[in-house]
């Protein structure tokens, strides 16, 4: 597939300037409703369900520089905590703006670095590696504590509930190892591909 290379705009005219302000929010409306476009796999715990919803947020970090995507995806999340805060008392919200900011911030710095289609390449492995290693850190650590705390689930029913997509899970390590580890990779995974199908296409539109 030819990707054409594309100059993007400086990052840190992102957010003073009124046609990018405008392009940000439409890309986190757009990322709030692919968000609600949920797919449940057998493998996974129903609380884990893929969705695209970082798509538009990536297209916009890689077009407009890191902090757009970080914006977009700030946005995306008050705007999907407005329509369905109880469902993770917010938590999922959090969880999601932490992992897709990784993705998209890292993805654009490294692209920036070189403008091509290698750079673009290796932009989105990057992707996929920081994203996947931040969810395991914020997970361990932040997220799923914070949801026990929320909720008022003990580490019992947490583990409980992942443990029904697989027997292997017994505790909050193996939860990270067979269940947020390779969760996120396919998720960033599937989000780079189709970020790579639409990038020639898109791109020129959010340089306008």
Avoid: Q, W
Avoid at 103 to 115: E, K, Q, T
Wanted: proline share 4%; with cysteine.
């Amino acid at each position: 597939m030819k990707v054409k290379v594309l100059e993007m705009e400086n990052p840190l005219k992102t957010g003073c300037n009124t046609r990018n302000l405008v392009k940000m929010a439409i890309l986190a409306a757009l990322g709030a409703i692919l968000m609600l476009i949920e797919i449940r796999l057998p493998i996974f715990p129903g609380i884990l369900k893929l969705e695209i919803g970082d798509l538009p947020a990536l297209l916009g970090s890689l077009a407009m520089g890191p902090l757009a995507g970080i914006v977009i995806e700030l946005m995306k999340n008050i705007i999907n905590m407005l329509l369905d805060f109880t469902l993770t008392f917010g938590v999922g919200e959090l969880s999601n703006f932490i992992v897709g900011s990784a993705f998209v911030a890292s993805a654009s710095i490294v692209y920036r670095m070189s403008r091509t289609k290698k750079g673009l390449m290796c932009g989105l492995l990057a992707g996929v590696f920081f994203m996947t290693l931040t969810a395991c850190f914020s997970n361990y650590y932040l997220v799923i504590p914070a949801y026990m705390k929320a909720g008022g689930f003990s580490m019992e029913k947490i583990v409980e509930l992942f443990a029904m997509a697989n027997s292997r899970i017994t505790d909050l390590r193996t939860i990270i190892i067979y269940a947020i580890i390779p969760f996120n990779l396919l998720k960033s995974t599937v989000v780079s591909i189709v970020a790579l199908l639409l990038y020639n296409k898109v791109l020129p539109v959010l340089h306008r």
